[in-house]
T-cell receptor, first 114, second 115 residues
Framework: GQQLNQSPQSMFIQEGEDVSMNCTSSSIFNTWLWYKQDPGEGPVLLIALYKAGELTSNGRLTAQFGITRKDSFLNISASIPSDVGIYFCAGLSAGGTSYGKLTFGQGTILTVHP | NAGVTQTPKFRVLKTGQSMTLLCAQDMNHEYMYWYRQDPGMGLRLIHYSVGEGTTAKGEVPDGYNVSRLKKQNFLLGLESAAPSQTSVYFC??????????????FGQGTRLTVV
């Protein structure tokens, strides 16, 4: 089964609120990626993290690569209606027999009420 | 740039039929992936490839086969389709950057229904 546990599964928030979601893994990753998927579309990359402890921002989005390399979180500040969608974390396996394997979390469904 | 292109975009199969989904990328990426997406299950990895001529199993490989004869193409085959394979299939490609870093880019998906 999947190695990544993403939470929460869904969130219902008011416009202007901040959002936080996270992923944990039983395996070490050397890259964490965060994606957003709109209905009927493929996932689109939001933020890429390459180093343990790294904190990266992209506009209202901030993500961190956990120091243990087994977790990551994504924050969205001052949410707006167009933030609605499904957010996925993904981890790239560090090596061994799983080298190059990119595993996704189950996704967080975000609903923003105006 | 076309990026990652999947064909077909929609398909209806009868149980037991076979078909091949094609993924093509024009970014000279080394890595390619096939995922299936079902409600509440996120994206589950079927098979992946880290280079031309190589393939590896993902989390849900049973009932599927893949081939990577050319670097730009990654084919996903269903030998005998089953209703449980009704899903949306996504292909992705990425490059191994410095220190193994990567960013995967996705196609638009193939919606497959098996009746």
């Amino acid at each position: 089964g999947q190695q990544l546990n993403q939470s929460p599964q869904s969130m219902f928030i008011q416009e202007g609120e901040d959002v936080s979601m996270n992923c944990t893994s039983s395996s070490i990753f050397n890259t964490w990626l965060w994606y957003k998927q709109d209905p009927g579309e493929g996932p689109v990359l939001l933020i890429a993290l390459y180093k343990a402890g790294e904190l990266t921002s992209n506009g209202r989005l901030t993500a961190q690569f956990g120091i243990t390399r087994k977790d990551s979180f994504l924050n969205i500040s001052a949410s707006i209606p167009s933030d609605v969608g499904i957010y996925f974390c993904a981890g790239l396996s560090a090596g061994g027999t799983s080298y190059g394997k990119l595993t996704f979390g189950q996704g967080t469904i975000l609903t923003v009420h105006p | 740039n076309a990026g990652v292109t999947q064909t077909p975009k929609f398909r209806v199969l009868k149980t037991g039929q076979s078909m091949t989904l094609l993924c093509a990328q024009d970014m000279n990426h080394e890595y390619m992936y096939w995922y299936r997406q079902d409600p509440g299950m996120g994206l589950r990895l079927i098979h992946y490839s880290v280079g031309e001529g190589t393939t590896a199993k993902g989390e849900v490989p049973d009932g599927y086969n893949v081939s990577r004869l050319k670097k730009q193409n990654f084919l996903l085959g269903l030998e005998s389709a089953a209703p449980s394979q009704t899903s949306v299939y996504f292909c992705a490609s990425s490059y191994p950057g410095r220190l193994g870093n990567t960013e995967a880019f996705f196609g638009q998906g193939t919606r497959l229904t098996v009746v």
